[in-house]
């Protein structure tokens, strides 16, 4: 049984790192807000309620690097590609981290993600300041409000709305299906 658990894990972080190939191409399609509803977030942030900490550490990582070698540099890979594997690791790493921590209960979905939210936003700003630091650019705190916040405002809001309930869809689908292997 275990096995098979480590393989629907492992198909799943696949089926979510997908998705975070593919979702930025979907809302690429609403020039004025497409890339402000941080579509790669989404199923990163998934990937760590579902899967668990290190397979959403493992896939916000990779997830944008991949994208960034796939598309020919969209986002482009120094500094956006590179602080933004940092900052979905974040959010990957600690949504699981803290779902596996916290009660099961639906008011703790919520603050898991809102603690990796801001998690993954201050690693952002970290990651940006020193790749920008080495480029010899400067990154203070306007820029960061700006980028992490301001211009992410419409994201934000898609995650708090979204993933919650899809959080709750698939623990109601793991809580059905144990009860069905168990009678």
């Known amino acids: 049984m275990?096995?098979?658990s480590k393989l629907i894990k492992?198909?799943?972080a696949a089926l979510f790192l997908a998705l975070a190939y593919i979702m930025p191409f979907l809302t690429g399609q609403i020039p004025d807000i497409g890339a402000m509803l941080?579509?790669?977030h989404i199923p990163v942030l998934l990937c760590g309620f579902v899967c668990g900490w290190p397979w959403g550490l493992l896939v916000g990582f990779i997830a944008p690097l991949l994208r960034?070698?796939?598309t020919g540099g969209f986002p482009p890979i120094f500094p956006t590609a590179v602080a933004m594997a940092f900052e979905l690791a974040a959010y990957g790493a600690v949504s699981g981290l803290m779902h596996k921590i916290l009660p099961k209960k639906r008011p703790y979905i919520y603050c898991?993600?809102?603690i990796a939210m801001a998690v993954g936003r201050a690693a952002w700003g970290i990651a940006t300041a020193i790749c920008l630091g080495i480029s010899g650019k400067?990154?203070?705190i306007e820029a960061f409000f700006a980028g992490a916040i301001v211009n992410a405002i419409p994201g934000i809001a898609l995650q708090?709305?979204?993933v919650p309930v899809i959080v709750m869809i698939f623990e109601k689908i793991a809580y059905n299906n144990r009860k069905?292997?168990?009678n």
């Open 2 to 4: 275990k096995s098979n």
């Open 10 to 12: 492992m198909i799943l």
């Open 38 to 40: 941080c579509p790669m």
């Open 68 to 70: 960034s070698f796939l």
């Open 112 to 114: 898991s993600l809102v």
């Open 138 to 140: 400067a990154f203070g």
């Open 160 to 162: 708090i709305v979204l």
């Open 180 to 182: 069905s292997d168990s």
